[in-house]
Every structure is written in structure tokens, then in C-alpha cells.
């Protein structure tokens, strides 16, 4: 962790789910499309990159953490 910055490494996705079945590009746009933004990378493992920030409330939070779930687990 640097200053407000972590890099976490993520589970492995459930086959089917839209983190198992879309690219870096194509998860990026999912969460866009929820109104999240993320920075996900694939290699060597997946990592996911949070910043926070003064502006971020904790609704947010709790919003990408269900999301993640929904992401990873497909439902």
C-alpha cells in the first residue's frame, strides 16, 4: 500500500461469471456500466487497484465490494 493506494490480488473467478469471461477491457466497462470505476490487471495474477479518497463515502465501498462479488462469483 502506498499513501491511499492498494493493489489487491483477487480470487479466482467462478467459470461463467463476468470476471471468468471478459477480458481487463470488458471487466473495466462492467463496473463502468454500474457506475464504478476500477483499475483491474491480469498478470501475473489479478490484482484490483482502489484509491481512497476524501471524496469516497463508505456506500461506495460497500457498492464495489458487491459488485466484486457479483463480478467474481456470477451472482
Not at 493493489?7 to 471487466?27: E, M, N, Q, T, Y
Not at 490484482?47 to 461506495?60: E, F, K, P
Request: glycine fraction near 8%; proline fraction near 8%; charge should be neutral.
Amino acid at each position: 500500500m502506498i499513501g491511499s493506494m492498494a493493489s489487491i490480488p483477487l480470487p479466482a473467478a467462478v467459470p461463467g461469471s463476468p470476471a471468468h469471461r471478459l477480458d481487463c477491457k470488458g471487466l473495466h466497462d462492467w463496473f463502468r456500466e454500474r457506475s464504478v470505476e476500477t483499475w483491474i490487471y491480469h498478470h501475473p495474477v489479478p490484482l484490483l487497484r482502489i484509491s481512497a479518497q476524501l471524496y469516497n463515502s463508505l456506500g461506495q465501498f460497500k457498492l464495489l465490494a458487491a459488485l466484486l462479488e457479483e463480478a467474481l462469483s456470477g451472482g
